[in-house]
């Protein structure tokens, strides 16, 4: 996200709190009217289509940094370690980071990436895949799924405001649509995470949860080769480069490895150029390593110039902490019925 709205969402100072003044007003609207939204989906008011082929939703109730691409891979690639042939449908759009990190992380799978889900999940079938991954999809209701997944970040407000106040779509009432929600961190305590989970039950009484931790697994040059252990970090000096939702938390697991950080955060999705580089070239001559994400990494690939040492790219690892039976049981249901149906739960906001 841009820097001026991660202020204006997150800051508590009184310019903050001035500047979101006029933005109350339309972000009750978008409350209003993404309610009503969901109950007429819900009762049948408006059309929801079924898929060609079984799938698995995952989204969130906010603008990014819940974890929502390593953990959308991770089913990906439990349903192709289970002998199916699974495909991962994209809204797409300007961004198409998020597509390349998904085929980075699952080659040989398709990524299909099409605003219409209806028209991508066909492309898909027409492909071979014999179940869909929607990524980013907990609010595409005009479309039916088998498994319905929310994620809630513990490292995140719990009750955001409502876009454009805040970086929250929905409300966390929202959370009742969902068949499992799974509470992340990244630098969020245990108990943390437990509190959400609260939180989240007493929105939405009796929905199942899970508790999944997206870790640094490790490190390679931008161009490939082996894995540096994280451990490698220890008393480095590193530059934490990231374009993510929560670049707060990356640098904060490269600290917890023992690394001395100097961040530098740019806009969610930021496109780098040549400029920006340049500037990741000299802050390099002040410390032992540059660091990104794999999302920052799909954009400098192809411009980081030769004869420059390489950044160190991040390899994201999901951790089940609990519930990871949950997780695994729901997925093989799916895995089962090989056929369209409704959603698992249906239950009125």
């Known amino acids: 996200m841009p820097a001026v709205a991660r202020w204006i969402w997150h800051s508590d100072s009184w310019s903050a709190r001035l500047a979101r003044f006029p933005l109350g007003a339309p972000a009750a609207s978008v409350g209003i009217v993404m309610q009503a939204r969901a109950r007429a989906y819900i009762r049948g008011w ?18 990014g940094g819940t974890g929502k691409t390593p953990i959308a891979s991770w089913i990906a690639a439990y349903c ?28 040989g799978v398709p990524v299909i990436e099409n605003a219409d889900r209806l028209a991508g999940a066909h492309a898909a079938a027409a492909n071979g895949a014999d179940i869909l991954v929607l990524d980013d999809a907990f609010q595409r209701l005009d479309v039916k799924r088998d498994l319905n997944i929310l994620l809630v970040s513990a490292d995140a407000s719990i009750e955001p405001r409502l876009f454009p106040a805040g970086p929250a779509r929905e409300g966390l009432r929202a959370a009742r649509r969902a068949d499992l929600v799974v509470i992340t961190r990244k630098c969020a305590g245990v108990g943390d995470a437990h509190h959400v989970a609260q939180r989240v039950l007493t929105a939405a009484p009796g929905v199942r949860v899970a508790f999944a931790t997206i870790a640094i697994s490790g490190f390679r040059r931008l161009s490939g080769g082996a894995e540096v252990a994280p451990r490698e970090l220890a008393g480095r000096r590193v530059v934490a480069s990231a374009g993510i939702g929560d670049p707060g938390s990356f640098g904060f697991q490269l600290e917890a490895a023992g690394a001395r950080v100097q961040r530098l955060d740019w806009p969610d999705h930021h496109r780098y150029t040549a400029g920006d580089v340049t500037r990741l070239i000299r802050a390099r001559a002040h410390a032992d390593h540059i660091i990104v ?9 192809s411009i980081w110039p030769d004869g420059q ?12 902490d609990e519930g990871g039976r949950l997780v695994t049981a729901a997925l093989d249901r799916v895995l089962r019925v090989r056929t369209p149906t409704t959603s698992l739960t249906s239950t009125p906001l």
Do not use: F, Y
């Open 309 to 320: 040492d390489e950044p160190l790219v991040a390899s994201a690892r999901v951790r089940w």
């Open 46 to 63: 408006l059309p929801s289509v079924p898929l060609p082929r079984p799938s698995i939703a995952v989204g969130n109730l906010t603008v």
């Open 293 to 301: 994400t794999e999302k920052d990494a799909v954009k400098l690939r």
């Open 80 to 107: 192709a370690d289970r002998g199916a042939r699974p495909a991962v449908l994209l809204r797409g759009g300007r961004w198409g980071d998020e597509a390349q990190v998904h085929r980075t992380l699952l080659p």
